[in-house]
T-cell receptor, first 112, second 111 residues
Framework: DQQVKQNSPSLSVQEGRISILNCDYTNSMFDYFLWYKKYPAEGPTFLIS?????DKNEDGRFTVFLNKSAKHLSLHIVPSQPGDSAVYFC???????????FGKGTRLSVIA | DTAVSQTPKYLVTQMGNDKSIKCEQN?????MYWYKQDSKKFLKIMFS???????INETVPNRFSPKSPDKAHLNLHINSLELGDSAVYFCASRSNTYEQYFGPGTRLTVT
């Protein structure tokens, strides 16, 4: 029973264009959402987060959008750079102090 | 200056052996976790500790025993290793603003 779903296992984008990674969740108790980036043989690195009281959070080239009614969030990276190539995990939490529930990840490839 | 460190990074061992993975964080966080990333790439919570006390123990076999000697360390001991224990194990700690910071992972291979 996947509570957090990333339905696209992979995504290829040209350098300079926008990358959009999507995530859906089923548990309406989730109120804190995070995106992590993971390179091979390394641990996940925190990228950006959003709480359910907001619908958008921006940090440089990264913006996360939350649509609570659709139980959907997305990560936008613009402009995409080759160094952004990694696996991106969406994660969710109930009140932020419970363990994270992760999606399966989306492998982003940014082509120069 | 590593924030969350794990040792060893790679661990190859035979079925039936007992092994430990160590984790240390220098971030001053009170809460630490162990996650398992299986062959299907899902990251799943195993244990959660807050200030050296066990808070959450998901449905993990009791062959897995976490130990927290102090709030900066959370070690994972595994008895009687089985083939299905092969995975990447990640330690993490959590800040007051709820972001979790992960170690580099320990790839365990049981032969």
């Amino acid at each position: 029973d996947q509570q957090v779903k990333q339905n696209s296992p992979s995504l290829s984008v040209q350098e300079g264009r926008i990358s959009i990674l999507n995530c859906d969740y089923t548990n309406s108790m989730f109120d804190y959402f995070l995106w992590y980036k993971k390179y091979p043989a390394e641990g996940p690195t925190f990228l950006i987060s959003i709480s359910s009281i907001k619908d958008k959070n921006e940090d440089g080239r990264f913006t996360v959008f939350l649509n609570k009614s659709a139980k959907h969030l997305s990560l936008h990276i613009v402009p995409s750079q080759p160094g952004d190539s990694a696996v991106y995990f969406c994660a969710a939490s109930d009140s932020g102090n419970t363990p994270l529930v992760f999606g399966k990840g989306t492998r982003l490839s940014v082509i120069a | 200056d590593t924030a969350v460190s794990q040792t060893p990074k790679y661990l190859v061992t035979q079925m039936g052996n007992d092994k430990s993975i160590k984790c240390e964080q220098n971030l001053g966080h009170d809460t630490m976790y162990w996650y398992k990333q299986d062959s299907k790439k899902f990251l799943k919570i195993m244990f959660s500790y807050n200030n050296k006390e066990l808070i959450i123990n998901e449905t993990v076999p009791n062959r897995f025993s976490p130990k927290s000697p102090d709030k900066a360390h959370l070690n994972l001991h595994i008895n009687s290793l089985e083939l299905g224990d092969s995975a990447v194990y990640f330690c993490a700690s959590r800040s007051n603003t709820y972001e979790q910071y992960f170690g580099p992972g320990t790839r365990l291979t049981v032969t």
